[in-house]
């Protein structure tokens, strides 16, 4: 999990990526719950319900993604990073 937040941090945020401007990236790696996770929140309100939730569970781990952010536009691309980043690719493209 902490492969996929680095790469989303990285491929998303860090990029300076068009599609995520307008949202803040929010770590919960070390989370108490077992369930480390991610969130994209809104950048106005970093406390707000977030827009997209990335979260590993079990052993071994599996990777879910949740939010209103998935049925946006830009819920496709997210979905098919993810696919590629817990399959172990660090690539921020499709194509590479």
């Keep these: ?10 491929c998303w945020f860090a990029s300076n990526d068009a599609a995520f401007r307008s949202y803040s990236f929010a770590n919960e790696l070390n989370s108490f719950s077992g369930r480390p996770r991610f969130l994209l ?3 106005s309100n970093f406390g707000g319900k977030p827009m997209l939730v990335v979260q590993a569970e079990g052993d071994p ?3 879910d993604a ?3 952010l998935l049925d946006q536009p830009a819920g496709p691309r997210i979905s098919a ?3 590629r980043w817990i399959g ?6 499709q194509t590479a």
Aim: aromatic residues 4%; contains cysteine.
């Design 1 to 10: 999990m902490e492969q996929v937040a680095i790469t989303a941090h990285k």
């Design 66 to 68: 949740f939010g209103p």
């Design 81 to 83: 990073d993810l696919k």
């Design 41 to 43: 929140v809104p950048k």
């Design 61 to 63: 781990a599996r990777v």
């Design 88 to 93: 172990g690719s660090d690539s921020c493209s």
